[in-house]
């Protein structure tokens, strides 16, 4: 006897059909990828191009920048607006004071805007709210009408033509209390509770625990202090007068008046500008990827 065993029909997989409708839809997905990154490029080029035609110039030679000063390729190539620049002006004083200050002001604002930040997130303390109200009020106000206040208040205290009157009055930052204490606010309480059953402190809890979580907005706080103090003017114009004090914002405005040399020295202009972009666009490379809004290692609650 026999046995027969059939074998399985064989299972035919239907061929892979994209229907007429398919088609011109997944074309027109293409071409509007296409415009999109397309579009980008046009936006990327418009803002990059002065960027260009800044380095570029600063590479020319003060006739050839007179002459066709749109030209991304110069005529003729010459490193003497840096070397006149770094040899024979005040440029590396005035560099070293802006490196100076915004380590300074970048260090203290961090430290302060978090134990700040801190403060209103989770500290119970008679007049809270009206502190907060407060803070939120000074961020209404435009800066520039505080420079004539400014001025007097760095006066009275003997801190005008200084280091100091450069640097204190900057290192409060009612944006950047404001960031911390609305991130401090998204971590779970049960972090803290968990800390102080182990026998924290307050101290210990916001220097141990709590600001490595922070991390975050602590690095989006140390870029927008090192920009802000990098690129500020108007506050040391009102805070200093001596020419040794001179940070690159303001000894570059008086490059840009005329005030250094009696010409229009545009290689010169444009090439102390590129090296001033220079820090505050590395700084972005470096921690862009870091700048995020949740806290990270957070329990969950």
Do not use: C
Not at 165 to 175: C, E, K, T, W
């Amino acid at each position: 006897m026999t046995a027969t065993t059939t074998a399985p029909a064989r299972a035919v997989a239907p061929a892979e059909t994209v229907s007429a409708a398919g088609r011109p839809r997944r074309r027109r997905f293409r071409l509007g990828g296409a415009l999109l990154y397309l579009a980008l490029i046009v936006i990327a080029i418009i803002y990059i191009f002065p960027f260009l035609i800044e380095l570029s110039t600063s590479f020319k030679t003060e006739a050839d920048a007179a002459n066709d000063p749109l030209a991304l390729i110069p005529p003729t190539w010459t490193t003497a607006a840096y070397r006149y620049l770094f040899a024979n002006s005040d440029f590396p004083i005035w560099f070293a004071n802006s490196a100076i200050v915004t380590v300074a002001v970048t260090i203290g604002r961090t430290l302060f805007d978090s134990a700040a930040g801190y403060a209103l997130a989770r500290l119970r303390f008679g007049g809270r709210n009206a502190l907060y109200a407060g803070l939120i009020a000074v961020m209404a106000v435009p800066g520039v009408v505080l420079l004539i206040p400014k001025f007097l208040v760095i006066n009275q205290l003997g801190m005008y033509d200084s280091y100091s009157g450069m640097i204190v009055p900057l290192i409060a930052d009612a944006a950047g209390v404001f960031i911390m204490k609305n991130f401090f606010e998204s971590i779970p309480v049960a972090v803290e509770e968990a800390a102080r059953i182990d026998g924290a402190g307050t101290v210990r809890l916001f220097w141990s625990v709590i600001l490595p979580m922070a991390r975050p907005a602590l690095v989006t706080i140390v870029i927008l202090s090192f920009q802000g103090s990098w690129n500020e003017l108007a506050h040391f114009i009102v805070s200093t007068s001596s020419p040794n004090l001179f940070t690159l914002t303001k000894g570059v405005a008086t490059l840009s008046s005329g005030a250094v040399g009696s010409a229009k020295r545009y290689p010169v202009q444009l090439g102390a500008a590129a090296i001033m972009t220079i820090p505050v666009a590395v700084l972005f490379i470096v921690f862009q990827k870091r700048i995020t809004n949740t806290a990270t290692g957070a329990v969950k609650e």
